[in-house]
């Protein structure tokens, strides 16, 4: 799923452009309490794989900032520097 970033002097909303023919599969689950409804997600989670979990970080990051990936990738430094510590 893609987010368009809105021009700065539109007044529309921003909503999610899903490509015809992607099927997505939702489901409403509905916990007796709270406590079930975290372990659940905890164990959702727990399965997921870490690259999985990073992806969906980053995508969550780019719809925050309305960055799409193309701006993204057209930035000049594109690495990260990692220094340790002490």
């Not at 893609?2 to 007044?11: A, I, L, R, W």
């Not at 599969?25 to 007796?32: A, E, M, V």
């Not at 999985?52 to 594109?78: N, P």
Request: aromatic content about 6%; glycine content about 4%; proline content about 5%.
């Amino acid at each position: 799923m893609e987010y368009k970033t809105p021009n700065e002097d539109s007044h529309q909303l921003n909503e999610p452009v899903v490509p015809y023919g992607v099927k997505r599969k939702l489901k409403l689950r509905i916990y007796k309490s709270f406590e079930e409804a975290a372990e659940a997600e905890a164990l959702a989670d727990s399965l997921q794989s870490p690259v999985e979990r990073i992806r969906e970080t980053v995508e969550l990051i780019l719809r925050v900032y309305g960055v799409t990936r193309e701006q993204l990738k057209d930035r000049k430094k594109l690495h990260i520097n990692i220094i340790r510590g002490k």
